[in-house]
């Protein structure tokens, strides 16, 4: 063989060789996942160096190795060490293993405990170690007692995960809202915590429930509950236990504005109104034609201007004539508006309740009704005796009155016209269709109610399935009461004491020290069949 066809021949065997090589290379990329459970377990600590809860500590560094490589996740806000040191210790991902430098600052015969919360997360699916903390003392003695208990949230009663309970030495408790918690525990799924680790002093106990991680209560977004007496440990302490709740907000402040879409004006409140007010101040002229709709709990409105040819409109909110704000919007010239005239119903499933008119509800204000323009059928009958009138206590809303009957079906056809809304806008066409459901598809729920002390007064509201409330009605005495008329499924029963007798549930107040209203659930299904009467008595517990 010659040179030449060996060379040719070698040539040939590395091309193939390079092929198939990058061929197995290629397709060892493109083959699919290989499938499997979600990662969900956090990493899990193999060694400590030196171990937790060591006493005579003189190390200057702690090497904590772990079963995979983790990251750490918003440190800042995550990490603390108590009690507080001038320098922080410093913190250093090595491939498994985190390295901790303490500050030369530390003092003699000290506890100390390093708080990582949910700092130390896995790389793949940041699957959070939880209340890690490694605990240590300077000198011979290690302090060991803990506060333990339960949060649970205000308005439902259930337990609140996640949470973080802590503590602050009374001393130190005017840093409430302005240093983060060194000191805490996070709360389980059955909303129960513990802290550690903990020396003989008087704390002022708190829980928050963050928007954000900084372990500094926000007032204007975050959850907050607290004990309202100091604690002196002197031993471990069970069942400290706390009610999670929303403060009302101090200073008034709109949340937000806007013009909406249809030309409407909305504004949102940080507060709970009592008799507000809405004026134009500029321009002045079109004050007096405003629309304005609170809703229920007035924290936010809406108001519609029968004149948007304004660049801009200034606002003022008022709270029994009291200025609290003013607010100035800025429309462009060429801004145009969409106002559709289309309502919602309360007919559900096709059937209309039997004790109730057909309820026709709109999002913009409607002027007028041109019932030449509404075609009601009933059964394929043309009928005339029908009215359309504006409910006398929904602002948006038309009650459409008609005897209706059993087992008819009825088609109601809104030919275009039939409802004028403000700037003149007109409905398209639209049909409803429905039967009026049987009377004997409703039931009746009678509760007798035994109150724990007289001169008390307390709010009883019905609840349904998805937990929006159907009926509110204040008791102050033994009573019994019939919701009649309400359409078979689950309905619950839950009582506010209502203690400063206004007829609301009231929030807390932590700088005051007053805890919010008691909320009481009845645990029992209270299910209302259909063509039942059913009687239940309800034995309120006293208010602890």
Request: with cysteine; proline share 5%.
């Amino acid at each position: 063989m010659t040179k030449n066809n060996i060379l040719r021949i070698t040539g040939k065997l590395l091309l193939l060789f390079i092929t198939l090589l990058l061929f197995g290379r290629c397709a060892s990329i493109g083959a699919g996942p290989q499938g499997g459970p979600k990662d969900t377990i956090p990493p899990k600590i193999l060694s400590l160096n030196p171990k937790n809860l060591t006493r005579n500590f003189a190390a200057k560094k702690i090497v904590i190795q772990f079963d995979e490589y983790f990251k750490l996740a918003d440190q800042q806000k995550q990490f603390s060490i108590s009690p507080d040191v001038d320098v922080l210790p410093v913190l250093k991902v090595k491939n498994k293993s985190l390295e901790i430098t303490l500050p030369d600052t530390l003092e003699k015969n000290t506890t100390y405990t390093l708080n990582f919360g949910k700092a130390i997360v896995d790389v793949n699916e940041a699957n959070a170690l939880k209340n890690f903390s490694y605990v240590f003392a300077t000198g011979p003695e290690l302090d060991s007692l803990s506060i333990s208990g339960n949060i649970k949230d205000a308005q439902t009663g259930k337990p609140v995960f996640e949470a973080v309970a802590f503590v602050f030495p009374l001393a130190r408790d005017t840093l409430f809202g302005k240093k983060k918690a060194s000191v805490y525990a996070l709360t389980d799924s059955s909303g129960n915590y513990k802290i550690n680790n903990l020396r003989a002093d008087t704390y002022k106990i708190y829980v928050l429930k963050e928007q954000g991680s900084d372990k500094i209560y926000q007032q204007s977004s975050d959850e907050v509950g607290f004990v309202k007496d100091p604690i002196t440990l002197k031993r471990d302490t069970q069942n400290v236990n706390m009610i999670l709740f929303k403060e009302e907000a101090k200073v008034f402040r709109i949340n937000d504005r806007r013009i909406n879409a249809d030309g409407s004006i909305m504004l949102s409140f940080n507060q709970h109104l009592k008799n507000p007010g809405i004026t134009i101040m500029e321009p002045k002229n079109i004050d007096a034609g405003k629309i304005v709709k609170f809703n229920k709990t007035t924290d936010s409105v809406k108001i519609w201007l029968t004149d948007m040819s304004f660049d801009s409109t200034k606002l003022s909110i008022t709270e029994d004539g009291k200025l609290l704000q003013t607010v100035k919007l800025n429309r462009g010239k060429k801004d145009t508006y969409n106002r559709p005239v289309l309502p919602t119903d309360n007919i559900e499933a096709n059937l209309l309740n039997p004790n109730k008119p057909l309820q026709l509800s709109f999002g913009i204000p409607v002027t007028g009704v041109d019932p030449s323009k509404i075609t009601l059928m009933e059964d394929s009958v043309v009928m005339k005796d029908f009215t359309v009138t504006k409910d006398s206590l929904e602002l948006l809303s038309y009650n459409f009155n008609y005897p209706w009957r059993a087992d008819s079906q009825y088609d109601i056809k809104f030919a275009p016209g039939a409802f004028t809304a403000i700037f003149d806008a007109k409905n398209k066409e639209f049909i409803k269709k429905f039967q009026l459901a049987k009377r004997d598809d409703y039931g009746t729920l009678g509760v007798k109610i035994e109150v724990p002390e007289p001169n008390k007064q307390y709010l009883l509201e019905i609840t349904n399935e998805a937990k929006a409330i159907v009926n509110t009605l204040v008791v102050a005495r033994d009573t019994t009461v019939k919701f009649a008329n309400y359409r078979a499924g689950k309905y619950f029963i839950r009582i506010i004491y209502d203690t400063n007798k206004n007829g609301k549930w009231d929030t807390g107040d932590v700088k005051a020290g007053i805890q919010p209203e008691k909320i009481w659930n009845e645990t029992k299904e209270l299910s209302i069949r259909a063509n039942w009467d059913r009687n239940e008595t309800i034995t309120l517990p006293k208010e602890q």
